[in-house]
């Protein structure tokens, strides 16, 4: 059996209007002390309960690099690195994510990304409808064999509120 797990990125500072260029404000907006904390707590837990990626795959804005780092320290992952991937950046293309994660062995693959993206892909992957993701939310979703639209089955769904 296979996993992926859908995060959203922790909560992170808010865009600050920049006249010149808000798209760089965008991309470069930090996890606030709060978000890292909150989900330090979630990515604990789940190592706790014997959960942990072979691998972790990120969008390139920084809010989900943060986040993905905080994953992979929590569960004491420094092989393999940190994959930032374009195919995560906001406005997610199925057909693009599906022929990545053909392309991966491992048996459990974490994808950081944003909204509404992890909604639709959680969608994508179970065949319907949408959860709303919170900041720092996870899902797992399982694949007995190939992974792509509607093959897989929601496993379980936690955000940081959860965690002990």
Do not use: Y
């Not at 404000?25 to 942990?52: E, I, M, W």
């Amino acid at each position: 059996m296979r996993q992926v797990w859908l995060v959203r990125h922790a909560i992170a500072a808010e865009a600050v209007a920049d006249s010149n260029d808000e798209s760089a404000s965008d991309f470069d907006r930090p996890l606030t002390d709060k978000g890292r904390r909150k989900f330090r707590r979630l990515a604990r837990s789940l190592v706790r309960q014997g959960q942990v990626p072979d691998l972790i795959v990120c969008s390139p804005l920084v809010r989900a690099v943060q986040t993905a780092r905080v994953l992979a320290k929590a569960a004491g992952i420094s092989k393999p690195e940190i994959l930032v991937e374009e195919v995560l950046a906001p406005g997610v293309q199925f057909r693009r994510l599906d022929a990545f994660l053909k392309a991966r062995p491992e048996a459990c693959v974490v994808l950081v990304g944003h909204e509404p993206d992890m909604s639709r892909s959680l969608g994508h992957f179970i065949g319907g409808g949408q959860v709303a993701f919170g900041k720092g939310h996870v899902a797992c979703v399982c694949f007995d064999e190939k992974v792509g639209p509607k093959t897989g089955q929601l496993s379980w769904f936690v955000g940081p509120e959860l965690a002990r």
